[in-house]
C-alpha cells in the first residue's frame, strides 16, 4: 500500500531522496492524512524522522534538523524526504508512514535500507 524507494550506499557527508508512493487501496485516504518518515537502525527502536500533515505543518527528529527536508506532492500520492549532510548515524531502514485523517490509522511502507559510511 505503501512503496518506498531510494534508499542505498552513501559516503558521510552525501545526499539521497526517498520517495513513497501510496498504491491504489490507500489513494483516497493520502490527501487529508498525515505523511512522514521513520527509520530503525540495527539493535534501536523506530523512530520518528519526519513527518508532514495534509496542511503543511512539518515536525523533524532532533538529530536531523536542518539536515532533511520533507515534502509531499498530493496530486502524485507521493511523499519525498531529501536526506542531506548525512551522517554514519542515519544508517538504519527507512519507513514510510500514513496517518489517517479521523481514526488515526497507521500505514506502513515495507522499508528502504539507507547505509551512511564514514
Known amino acids: 500500500q505503501l512503496q518506498a524507494s531510494g534508499g542505498g550506499l552513501v559516503q558521510a557527508g552525501g545526499s539521497l531522496r526517498l520517495t513513497c508512493f501510496a498504491s491504489?487501496?490507500?489513494?483516497?485516504?493520502?490527501?487529508?492524512?498525515?505523511v512522514g518518515w521513520y527509520r530503525q537502525a540495527p539493535g534501536k527502536q523506530r523512530e520518528l524522522v519526519a513527518q508532514?500533515?495534509?496542511?503543511?505543518?512539518?515536525t523533524y527528529g532532533e538529530s536531523v534538523k536542518g539536515r532533511f527536508t520533507i515534502s509531499r506532492d498530493d496530486a502524485k500520492k507521493k511523499v519525498y524526504l531529501q536526506m542531506d549532510s548525512l551522517e554514519p548515524e542515519d544508517t538504519g531502514i527507512y519507513y514510510c508512514?500514513?496517518?489517517?485523517?479521523?481514526?488515526?490509522?497507521?500505514?506502513w511502507g515495507q522499508g528502504t535500507l539507507v547505509t551512511v559510511s564514514s
Open positions: 508512514s500514513l496517518i489517517t485523517y479521523g481514526d488515526r490509522r497507521q500505514f
Open positions: 491504489r487501496a490507500i489513494t483516497s485516504t493520502f490527501n487529508p492524512s498525515d
Open positions: 508532514v500533515t495534509s496542511s503543511r505543518i512539518t
